[in-house]
């Protein structure tokens, strides 16, 4: 009992936090008070659906209570009015997309009751809705990892363990991944997801920290390789020892170079859908990959790793013409802010590769604050692509096989801002509805 109160009086008007047995219990006694004939069953839902095995199973996870009533003139009726609320399986998004129905109720549900456990289970929750497919072009996982980290930073803050910032946090996150596209479910990548299925789970067992990288042959293979190329240098590290986590970094590194050979021209070109923002995701889908393996690994994780190496792979049609190295040049009056000013992509490129980390994180963060981008998403994307860029550049520099690369995202970011983005505005977007309505024709689209 809390605060001298029966568990589900508490529940009811202290807390408001429970699993399906509170909301059940607590509709069956408030029934039983107006006098309906009303009790607790419990049991299992239905389970998922295993293709390969070709069964339903069935485990603990997913036990079940619910209530059963009797109504006049219809008789006994079985309960889903708990089922909305049910926290046992742990999946916040699982039952809106097995049903396809976006079943926001059951999403909200099940995230109120994962704050109402550890806050372990109620990361490993999102992470497995995260990371079960690929949602929302990988917002879902990205913002996944934003979530744990902010709580996390928060909840240092507050003495005591109290989480009361979290509700709203991850509550508005269920509700973002139960309307996320799926779009591993959509034709173009129904192939890959059978091709993952048909190679089976990875797995930490291999994980050692003395295992050897070869990051050449990684690079080569998912930057420059096909489909089928890149999942193999993925499996193929993990299988020899290479920690998941280091691999999420050079999955990292690799999106970097890949946004590093970006044509700036497909931002201008009308007629193509793509631009800047969409190889820009590839890193930051990575880097949230690296972020949550470091925090919380999980198996269910490892799953990202494949989803990321398709991602910097699939992004390779946007890139440009083979680019000559970058001569150095005279930065005597040169930092960041001015060489951004002035669009010198040879000056920020060295200045990314040349400064020190705690000088390029002072000036990056100065720029993320100055009006460098008008547009909303714009400025939120220099924020999010310019930290990332950060953290990985810390991260690959202390590891023995992965340094030479280490600030590519750093100098793909610095030259990402200096061409001057037209942002997508009002005229281009007017300009391609009303060629659509008048001649049927839409952008194209290279990945």
Sequence with gaps: MRGGRPPLADFLFGSRRGYCQHFAGSMAVMLRSLGIPARVAVGYTGGRFDAKADAWVVTDRDAHSWVEVWLAGRGGQGGAAAAAYDGADGDVAGRGRARGDEDLATAEGIAQAALASSREA???T???????GFLDFGHGLIFVAQAEGLT???????????RPHEAPIWTSLARNLVYAT?????????????SVEARGPLSFAHAREDAA?????????????????????VDGVVTEGVAPTRVALALGLAAGERLLRFDPAHELDFDVSEGWLHVTHALTYAEATFQLLQRRPSETLLRALRYGARFVQHMGPLDGPPAADVEDVDLTGHDIGSALDARDVSAVRQLARDLPLDELRAALERDMLSDRLTRQIFVAHHIKTGAAA???AEAAESDRDLAPWARRPLEATLRWLCHPMKERRIARNARIASRFVREGVRTRDLC
């Excluded at 999102?126 to 079960?132: L, M, Q």
């Excluded at 996390?152 to 109290?162: D, I």
């Excluded at 799926?182 to 059978?194: A, D, N, Y």
């Design 390 to 392: 950060l953290r990985l």
């Design 182 to 194: 799926r779009e591993h479910t959509l034709p173009p990548m129904r192939q890959f997801v059978k």
């Design 122 to 124: 109620l990361v490993d």
């Design 213 to 233: 990288f070869d990051a050449e042959r990684f690079f080569a293979q998912v930057v420059d390789g096909d489909l089928a190329s890149a999942l193999d240098a």
């Design 152 to 162: 996390a930073h928060l909840g240092a803050a507050v003495p005591g363990g109290e």
């Design 126 to 132: 999102f992470v497995d809705a995260a990371t079960d």
